[in-house]
């Protein structure tokens, strides 16, 4: 059975979930939420509420006079999870909404706004946005989200690393101060590095010799993060080696067990060819 739109209608910005639409909605018209879906399941109407039930989903389709494909952004793609986190400010014409951007990383192109913690314009980084294509067009693909462990690899590796001079001088061209937002240049290159299949499968492998892998760890950081005398490069370069070796470490024992880890260090090896069914 479909249900008749509500009497106000309320617009459902791009990737919005249920919850924060369902909200919106209600709100415009003079209720709540729960109270709709409580008279629906009164009226036999609504048969199940679970957060993401298929009835629910339409329900709210319908209620709202929303397009199908609404409410149908997977949570998994990819081999990567897709997480719903706060929407674009300014998409969202300053409306708070929640929501599934598989595409995106930090940053709305379209507003050239940061969609982290603190949102906030940065059209006056051009760093930023360069970043946020290069994640769009080679990380989203392939199922490396922005809250995925390649780039909570790639944040600790940048502020552990980076020159603090380069940081300063950030800060004062752009007047920014929030140092998630400066460091996102280097933190997609590290998530692109550390899924980068040529990278892996030489790191990442117990038969390469020892000192080969440590090399090439530490001229592929060194060429994200230029050698400068206030830089801490060794300590970038030394998270990069311990997840290596973890890995080199967990697939020789995966191998020889032929039992695979879930955990999210393991399934970086996705990207390489030393994991069996391994993808690019």
């Given at each position: ?27 415009r ?35 709202g ?7 149908t952004t997977?949570?998994?793609s ?5 997480t719903?986190?706060d929407?674009?400010a ?31 314009t ?29 780039m ?22 752009t ?21 980068q ?44 080696w ?5 890995l ?33």
């Amino acid at each position: 059975m479909t249900l008749r739109p509500l009497p106000i209608s309320t617009r459902a910005f791009g990737g919005e979930g249920v919850e924060t639409y369902s909200r919106r909605l209600a709100t415009r018209n003079h209720t709540d939420n729960k109270a709709i879906e409580y008279a629906l399941r009164g009226r036999g109407l609504l048969p199940s509420t679970a957060a993401h039930s298929p009835d629910r989903l339409q329900a709210w389709r319908d209620l709202g006079g929303l397009h199908q494909s609404m409410f149908t952004t997977p949570q998994e793609s990819n081999g990567g999870r897709i997480t719903d986190r706060d929407l674009c400010a300014r998409c969202c014409q300053g409306q708070s909404a929640h929501g599934r951007l598989p595409h995106a990383g930090f940053v709305c192109l379209r507003h050239r706004h940061w969609i982290g913690v603190r949102q906030r314009t940065v059209d006056q980084f051009p760093e930023a946005l360069s970043a946020e294509r290069h994640f769009r067009t080679h990380l989203a693909p392939r199922g490396v989200f922005f809250d995925a462990f390649a780039m909570q690899l790639g944040l600790d590796c940048s502020a552990a690393g980076i020159c603090r001079s380069l940081l300063l001088e950030r800060s004062r061209r752009t007047g920014i101060g929030d140092l998630a937002i400066l460091l996102y240049p280097e933190q997609v290159a590290f998530a692109r590095l550390v899924s980068q299949r040529k990278f892996l499968d030489v790191v990442a492998n117990s038969d390469v010799e020892r000192k080969q892998r440590h090399t090439v760890v530490q001229s592929a950081v060194r060429a994200i993060l230029p050698g400068a005398k206030n830089g801490q490069t060794w300590r970038a370069v030394a998270r990069i080696w311990t997840v290596s070796e973890g890995l080199a470490g967990l697939n020789a024992q995966a191998t020889r067990d032929a039992s695979y880890p879930v955990d999210d260090v393991y399934q970086l090896l996705r990207f390489s060819s030393l994991r069996p069914n391994g993808t690019q």
